[in-house]
């Protein structure tokens, strides 16, 4: 092994870690690929992946082919990437770091002097300098003299993973002013785009107010849709006008914020402090929003208890499988808790093994239902016909939480069609 060809074993297989893993063996490394779960290591061993990413598949077969090993334990390395998983316990109000531990644990049984450890998971900010760094040295080596200790987070989008991962800027940043040349190196070997350098706790802050950028933007063009309802505007008109000023780009509304980041990483923000926040209200506004979207439904049935409700779209957005904090779930949950008597849900996109929901297909799903929700923005729904639903549908009333409908046509043919 020499500086030349350095070995990286990835800790964490799942969203992340297993795109890295596959683009850093693609890209000429010889990488171990450590996950604790031993069903995932042996799935991935057959050739069975839990992601449905396009063309990850085929990404990940190539890298298991030139240099890509799933291994039972951490192993020795050059670099150590760790790339697991940090839920939010909103009841607890704080991030839970032992995926985090576990992860530095294994590592401080195999760090060498010279080695070089990355934190690519999401965390609040002092996460690499602090709780991390206190795990990795009780090796009795030093993260200012016998190592580097790192933070470079992703920032990709499900559905172009591979693509985000390879072409997005990348940020990276030490602990100790230690120098970023190892990391930059082994990054600028498979990313397009710039790779940017500062401290390990600016690089976690970075990430984590980027999402809280776009999840504030998210929750004002919702407030902006609940005002405009209550005016009875169309928020969606309005909106375009607004736009049409040069200093001015307000967001679609919708019917909340799905995802595994935007709704979870601007809470990591509160973590350990008191301090008034604007994201608090954010994530309470769209937290709201699949409230909204089941009073607008209510107001055009008159009363939800007794009738049959279809949910278009259980993915959190369009075109891909991914459930993670959908907002399609916490409108099934509350519908029934509101007396909906039957709830049918139906995705293009999402298998039901992954949901405590049936699934029925589109026609299914439309037989003899009194309204019918669009809430997730498949591309196949925007070519939806409204013959197609007035033929199977007992009610007329359509919610369009994307806005993907001609409103005149299906209006024309008979429908009530609300829009957020």
Request: charged share 30%; with cysteine; hydrophobic share 35%.
């Given at each position: 092994?020499?500086?030349d060809?350095?070995?990286?074993?990835v800790?964490?297989?799942?969203?992340?870690?297993?795109?890295?893993a596959?683009?850093?063996?693609?890209?000429?490394?010889?990488?171990?690929?450590?996950?604790?779960?031993?069903?995932?290591?042996?799935?991935?061993?057959?050739?069975?992946?839990?992601?449905?990413?396009?063309?990850?598949?085929?990404?990940?077969?190539?890298?298991?082919?030139?240099?890509?090993?799933?291994?039972?334990?951490?192993?020795?390395?050059?670099f150590?990437?760790?790339?697991?998983?940090?839920?939010?316990?909103?009841?607890?109000?704080?991030?839970?770091?032992?995926?985090?531990?576990?992860?530095?644990?294994?590592?401080?049984?195999?760090?060498?002097?010279?080695?070089?450890?990355?934190?690519?998971?999401?965390?609040?900010?002092?996460?690499?300098?602090?709780?991390?760094?206190?795990?990795?040295?009780?090796?009795?080596?030093?993260?200012?003299?016998?190592f580097?200790?790192?933070?470079?987070?992703?920032?990709?989008?499900?559905?172009?993973?591979?693509?985000?991962?390879?072409?997005?800027?990348?940020?990276?940043?030490?602990?100790?002013?230690?120098?970023?040349?190892?990391?930059?190196?082994?990054?600028?070997?498979?990313?397009?785009?710039?790779?940017?350098t500062?401290?390990?706790?600016?690089?976690?802050f970075?990430?984590?107010?980027?999402?809280?950028?776009?999840?504030t933007?998210?929750?004002?063009?919702?407030?902006?849709?609940?005002?405009?309802?209550?005016?009875?505007i169309?928020?969606?008109?309005?909106?375009?006008?607004?736009?049409?000023?040069?200093?001015?780009?307000?967001?679609?509304?919708?019917?909340?914020?799905?995802g595994?980041?935007?709704?979870?990483?601007?809470?990591?923000?509160?973590?350990?402090?008191?301090?008034?926040?604007?994201?608090?209200?954010?994530?309470?506004?769209?937290?709201?929003?699949?409230?909204?979207?089941?009073?607008?439904?209510?107001?055009?049935?008159?009363?939800?208890?007794?009738?049959?409700?279809?949910?278009?779209?259980?993915?959190?957005?369009?075109?891909?499988?991914?459930?993670?904090?959908?907002?399609?779930?916490?409108i099934?949950?509350?519908?029934?808790?509101?007396?909906?008597?039957?709830l049918?849900?139906?995705?293009?996109?999402?298998?039901?093994d992954d949901i405590?929901?049936?699934?029925?297909?589109?026609?299914?799903?439309l037989?003899g239902?009194?309204?019918?929700?669009?809430?997730?923005?498949?591309?196949?729904?925007?070519?939806?016909?409204?013959?197609?639903?007035?033929?199977?549908?007992?009610?007329?009333?359509?919610?369009?939480?994307?806005?993907?409908?001609?409103?005149?046509?299906?209006?024309?043919?008979?429908f009530?069609?609300?829009?957020?």
């Open positions: 092994m020499t500086d060809e350095p070995r990286i074993c800790h964490g297989l799942g969203y992340v870690g297993l795109p890295t596959a683009v850093l063996a693609n890209s000429g490394y010889e990488v171990d690929g450590f996950d604790a779960d031993p069903d995932r290591r042996t799935a991935l061993e057959e050739g069975t992946l839990e992601i449905e990413e396009p063309d990850l598949a085929r990404f990940v077969d190539r890298a298991l082919e030139d240099g890509l090993n799933i291994v039972s334990e951490p192993t020795v390395a050059d150590h990437v760790i790339c697991v998983p940090t839920p939010y316990d909103k009841d607890l109000n704080r991030t839970d770091l032992s995926y985090i531990e576990a992860a530095g644990e294994a590592v401080t049984e195999r760090l060498c002097e010279g080695d070089t450890v990355i934190l690519s998971s999401t965390v609040p900010p002092g996460t690499t300098a602090g709780r991390l760094r206190e795990i990795l040295e009780r090796s009795g080596l030093s993260a200012e003299e016998d580097v200790l790192g933070y470079s987070p992703e920032t990709v989008l499900p559905g172009n993973t591979l693509t985000e991962l390879r072409e997005n800027d990348r940020i990276v940043g030490t602990v100790g002013e230690q120098p970023t040349d190892r990391i930059v190196t082994l990054y600028d070997s498979f990313v397009s785009g710039d790779v940017r500062a401290d390990a706790t600016t690089a976690e970075v990430k984590l107010i980027q999402n809280a950028y776009r999840d933007n998210i929750a004002f063009a919702n407030e902006v849709a609940k005002l405009a309802h209550d005016f009875g169309d928020s969606r008109k309005a909106i375009a006008r607004a736009n049409e000023h040069p200093r001015v780009e307000i967001l679609r509304p919708g019917p909340g914020v799905g595994h980041c935007i709704p979870i990483d601007p809470l990591f923000l509160t973590h350990g402090n008191d301090i008034p926040m604007l994201i608090e209200t954010v994530r309470t506004v769209n937290d709201g929003m699949p409230g909204f979207v089941i009073e607008l439904l209510e107001a055009a049935l008159g009363e939800l208890e007794g009738t049959t409700v279809t949910l278009l779209g259980v993915a959190y957005k369009g075109g891909v499988s991914d459930v993670r904090e959908t907002p399609s779930l916490v099934a949950e509350e519908l029934l808790e509101r007396g909906v008597g039957e049918r849900l139906t995705d293009p996109y999402v298998d039901g405590d929901y049936e699934l029925s297909s589109l026609e299914e799903g037989d239902s009194d309204a019918a929700v669009l809430v997730t923005d498949h591309p196949e729904y925007g070519a939806l016909s409204p013959e197609t639903f007035a033929g199977r549908m007992r009610g007329e009333v359509m919610v369009d939480t994307r806005a993907m409908l001609d409103r005149d046509r299906w209006e024309k043919a008979g009530d069609v609300y829009q957020v």
